[in-house]
Structure formats: structure tokens, C-alpha cells
């Protein structure tokens, strides 16, 4: 039988999905037998990285960036201090960390990446390092600029020719830029068709994803949701309403990354035959939905990376302390802005 017989990380409740704040949970480790251990910590880590791959002539040009927010340690054994023996059975190490704020929320696209991971690393003479971990996800939630309240609206008119003849025309109204997750987007359409076809209008809701590295942008986009209205007849005007819902599970949007941003854009456009569509584009910002996991407030000078347990050295294990304090604080990123969404500028509507 090995002398491991179980390495884990256990988080408690809840930290698995946390919107900033601190992270509890415990080291698991079972022994057959007595054994000797010349180390035993855990580190939290935390980073965004983008990477991907362009041809250029005969040249592969690989494009690399990486954004480190954090990485610190906690230490239950350490080497040559103490008795490191530990008997037989099962002991557990608890730990707590607190994160910093204004972190981007987690995230996973094709050519990067935002995350938040525990990994516990068990040392013992002549043999290969144990190692367990444990992902994080992390949901901002900040404080929205309040221009993400404010009305959007926009209009355009297009002459038909070839198969067509006539004019169309729409005016549309959004009430708002910044919509949680599970929430609909009420659109109203005034649709003026003059043309001698009927048209119908369609939503297009869909993500963009940029990711920054050595001056370079690789830009990666996905529908979320396609939908079509009811036909606007010839010579005929109406104004149509349509709640464009967003499925709770739409990831968040990300702008508060240096090198990768996460954007959505609602298209709402006439589907005119034989001709180009007429198009208004209207940005979005999706924010995490209300009644999520419960905000802790961090302290104004919050101190980072809590030595925990003052006496987690004992090979035995030690009992959860309420009030863990610091021996190695380290400075939280630098600030993103007065805001998590920062105000949209023309050239984030056009595209």
C-alpha cells in the first residue's frame, strides 16, 4: 500500500465562486503509515496569458503575453525546522488567503486566458513531488460607470435599387448599456418600409474577444443568440418590441485586463432581399447576475497573503484560526480606472 494514500485541497463553501474576498479551505492528507515530509505549502496564483500563432511569408511568428496578479504562499511543514515526521492517519491543513480586489473575472477563450488557482505541494526525500490543486473562480463585480444606465439609440435609412425600388428605414431604442446575466434587453424598433418587399427585422446578439500581445491584436468572435421578428409588409410602418433574452450562463464582460478584453455587441438589422441589410450596432456590457455569492469588504489597506496559522509548522496539523495575520504582504496590482467598465468611445460602437 503507498504511504499517500489521499493528497487533496478542499475550499469551504462557496470560495469556489467568490467576488472578491477571502478564500478558506483545507489541505487533506492521509497516510498509511508514519511517514517523513520535507515540505508542505500551498500557493494561491493568479494571471491572465494570451498566446497564439501567425504565418508570416515562411516565418511562424508566436505572439506571447502574460499578466501576473498575484502569487503567494503558505507554509504548514518547512524543511530542517522541527520534527517532520507525521503518524499514520488523516490530517488536515487549513489555510486562508485573502484576494485582492478589482481582479478581472475568470475566463477561458480559444487563445487566452484569466485565471485563479490553489496548488498544495507535498515534499518528501527521494521521490517525486505530490502535488493537488483547486481553480478559483472569481467574479467581479466592482462598481459599473453610470453610463451604463443611459438610453442607447440609433437610426439609419437605405434607398433600395436594382430588385428594389422604394426606401427603409428604423429607429431603434435600447434602454440601457449594462444588463446582468439572465436579464432581457427590450428593443423597440420603429421600421418605416417604403420598398416594395417586405422585410423583416433580425437580432444578433454575439461576443468579441481581443487579445494584446507585442502590439498585436487577435481578435476571436462568437454568436450567443440569433433571433427574427414578424414581416414589415410593402409601404407599410410599425413599431415592433422584442426581449432579447441573455442566458444566465453568458460569461461576464471583461474590461478591466490589459490583455484581454471581452465585449458584446447586439445587431439589429433589416433582412432586405437583394440588397445589403441596413444595420444599427449597439454595444453591451453584461455584468454577473444579482443574489450571487455574497460579497465579503475587504479591509481599505487589505494585507495579501496571510501566513494563516502562526503554528502550522506542527507536522500534525492545525485547527481553523479566526483572525489569520501577515508576515510577507505584497502590493496589489496596479488600478484599472475609477471604473470596472469604463465609458465607450466611438470606435468601440463601430465594431
Known amino acids: 500500500m503507498p504511504t499517500i494514500k489521499s493528497f487533496s485541497v478542499g475550499l469551504s463553501p462557496d470560495s469556489n465562486s467568490l467576488t472578491n474576498g477571502v478564500v478558506m479551505g483545507q489541505i487533506t492528507l492521509e497516510l498509511s503509515k508514519e511517514c517523513k515530509i520535507v515540505s508542505l505549502y500551498i500557493k494561491l496564483k493568479g494571471k491572465a496569458e494570451v498566446k497564439w500563432s ?6 511562424t511568428v508566436t505572439y506571447h503575453s502574460k499578466d501576473k496578479y498575484f502569487s503567494v504562499k503558505q507554509s504548514f511543514i ?8 507525521v503518524d499514520q492517519g488523516l490530517h488536515v491543513y487549513p489555510f486562508s488567503f485573502q484576494i485582492p480586489a478589482d481582479l478581472p473575472s475568470s475566463f477561458r477563450g480559444r ?5 485563479y488557482m490553489l496548488q498544495a505541494n507535498l515534499s518528501r526525500s527521494m521521490r517525486i513531488d505530490d502535488k493537488a490543486t483547486a481553480v478559483l473562480n472569481v467574479v467581479y463585480r466592482g462598481n459599473p460607470d453610470p453610463v451604463l444606465m443611459i438610453q442607447q439609440q440609433g437610426n439609419i435609412d437605405k434607398k433600395m435599387n436594382l430588385f428594389n425600388s422604394g426606401k427603409v428605414g428604423m ?5 440601457k448599456t449594462g444588463f446582468h446575466q439572465g436579464e432581457g434587453i427590450k428593443v423597440v424598433a420603429s421600421i418605416q ?4 418587399r417586405e422585410i423583416k427585422p433580425k437580432y444578433h446578439l454575439y461576443r468579441k474577444c481581443s487579445y494584446f500581445a507585442k502590439g498585436k491584436r487577435k481578435l476571436e468572435k462568437e454568436d450567443i443568440l440569433r433571433e427574427v421578428g414578424e414581416a414589415v409588409p ?4 410599425q413599431t415592433v418590441t422584442r426581449i432579447i433574452t441573455i442566458s444566465p450562463i453568458t460569461p461576464v464582460s471583461i474590461l478591466n485586463c490589459k490583455i484581454i478584453k471581452v465585449e458584446y455587441r447586439l445587431r439589429v438589422y433589416l433582412d432586405v432581399k437583394y ?20 460579497e465579503v469588504q475587504l479591509p481599505t489597506n487589505p494585507a495579501y497573503g496571510f501566513e494563516a496559522f502562526p503554528n502550522s509548522s506542527m507536522p500534525g ?5 479566526q483572525n489569520p495575520t501577515t508576515s510577507d504582504p505584497f502590493a496589489p496590482p496596479p488600478p484599472y480606472g475609477s471604473w470596472m467598465y469604463p465609458s465607450l468611445t466611438d470606435s468601440d460602437r463601430k465594431s
Open 54 to 59: 501567425e504565418k508570416h511569408g515562411k516565418r
Open 78 to 85: 518547512q524543511e530542517n525546522q522541527g520534527n517532520n515526521v
Open 111 to 115: 487563445f487566452g486566458w484569466i485565471t
Open 171 to 175: 429607429d431603434v431604442n435600447i434602454e
Open 193 to 196: 418600409n417604403r420598398s416594395s
Open 234 to 237: 410593402p409601404s407599410a410602418g
Open 275 to 294: 440588397a445589403s441589410d441596413p444595420e444599427i450596432k449597439f454595444p453591451i456590457v453584461i455584468l454577473p447576475a444579482p443574489g450571487g455569492p455574497e
Open 317 to 321: 496539523g492545525t485547527s481553523f484560526l
